[in-house]
């Protein structure tokens, strides 16, 4: 009688609990979705999990497999490994795997066999393939088409046509869509428009679609220079969705502008291992020797910079933007090492390419009328306006004006007050930038003069690390001003009674559209030689160099032009000239 009552009761308790499970699902399904509360949620789909395979409740196991994979971070091999266990039709998570593993053609294959067709057309995208032919073929609709046909576009930088094909209306309540959207939008620096975009954003969306628009909000702040707002807005979305490509790849960005670069080192290292789509694994190299090139790693950067000229060969434009980068930072010897991989015998566009960075090398070295020649050659053989701006540049460069029209200092612009008979503090009441700046200036009976410029950098140290930077900077400065019987040093701690001449230190210039520093703000990418020109302004030197910039041509009425050998016009490898130093130590002669 016994074994009755108890299979009775068994089979009562498994009747009750099967009659929980809709509720338990629905209850954690709402929780995850529209909550966010994976953790909770996450254990509470495991327990349904197991309760419908003891009632073989193939449809709830499967609603919950897809839940567990897409919004709650289960890895498609564990669910791979719950499906396998269940009875279930489990190829959909055997192609996940294999697509996590970067075998995207066997991945293709199980999503076709198993009808998982908008899974097969999403990796479609990448391998440039008439999507509508495919979509027609299997039925999906014009929504469907349409956000895939978007996504092929941007994994080809096609940025405008992107932004068309997802403008359609078909798509608006699709968040992904509306998020790649604004991505393609930022690409085009049209940032007014994403800013609408979050604005208009749904209030009754699921939590993740809400992630959707958060990450583009983080895009969005990244892409307006508010570094840290955007890192803030990016660790969020990290938070819940630990392994999303494009806000890893973006705070690796942040990471590497604040000055971080280990961490970016990490991320980037991450990502690159994991990643098969060649367009994406080709921007992640690249940003990856951009960074390593601005933080002075030289040797590991052009490792990368020859991993992506042998397995990506037809991107002929990256040699020359490495060249130009190399350039920037004064390592000659790599640029010229780089000139090998555009071949003087291939297509018209690659020897145009040639004979440009050919011209980059002779402008950096100062020979401007080699340069200029260069210059056509690439313009003849290859016509580009970029080229044409450069002749145009070149042949500015070789026209400078005579020391006698350079600008004169003033004693009304300084304040000087006699410290010991051997040093003088000498206030500028107005730099070119319009701030004020000082320096102590100590003579010898030599005729030595040693100047100290007393600077206090301004940054947030829980947000930006450059403390290796700081040393690079002092001895750069140091290298280019100390000339004959003049030296300059910099002076970080300032001893006490010092009067510190201020200068911020950011992720990225505030005149973001030009991309430039500043006397009085300075960036952890800055190349040194630049920091050493900017030097010259807290000095009370004005630039010498023509604005080429059409929004800012104004700056060149009444500007004096030096020779390109001066530091203040040429800022990568000029030097002060002796009026420069003269012009520094005349206020010793004011009253």
Known sequence: MMPIIISLVCSLFISLSAKEIPNRFEVAKQKLLYEGDITTSKKELLSVFALAKRNSDKKTMSETLGLLGQYAGVSYRDLFKMCSSSGLDCSFYKA?????????????????????????????????????????????????TLYYQGLLHIARGEW????????????????????????????????EKVSSLIQKQPTNITYFDGLEYKRLKGLLLYAENKQYEAFDVLKEVLATIPDDFLSKRYLAHIYYRTGWFSKAEKIYSDLINKEWRDTELYYLLYERCEMRIRNLKFDIAKKDAERVIKEYPSRKEFVVDIISLLLSYEDVSDAEHFIESLSAKGTLYEQGLRFFSQGLILEFKMDYVGANAMFKKAMQVFPSPEYNARILLSEQN???????????PSCSNYNVKKLSPTEVEVELKRTGAGVVSRYYVSSSPEGIHKVTLPLLLVYDPERISFKDKKKVWADKIKQVWSVDKFELAVDYDNKEGTVKVKVEVVPWPSSFYLKRVSSHEWSVLTPPSVIAHEVGHLLGLEDEYYETDPRILSRNKGRYIGAMSSIMRNMYNGRPEKRHIHFVLSPLKCN
């Open 96 to 144: 996940k795997t294999l697509e996590v593993q970067g075998n995207a053609g066997s991945a293709m294959d199980l999503y076709l066999e198993g009808g998982y067709y908008e899974d097969y057309l999403r990796l479609k995208t990448y391998s440039g393939e008439d999507l509508n032919a495919i979509a027609k073929k299997y039925g999906l609709g014009e929504g469907t």
């Open 160 to 191: 405008q046509n992107a932004v068309t094909v997802l403008s359609s209306n078909k798509l608006d309540n699709n968040a992904k869509a509306k998020f790649y959207l604004g991505y393609a939008l930022l690409m085009i620096g049209n940032n």
């Open 398 to 408: 070789l026209k400078y004006m005579t020391d006698d029209n350079a600008p004169k």
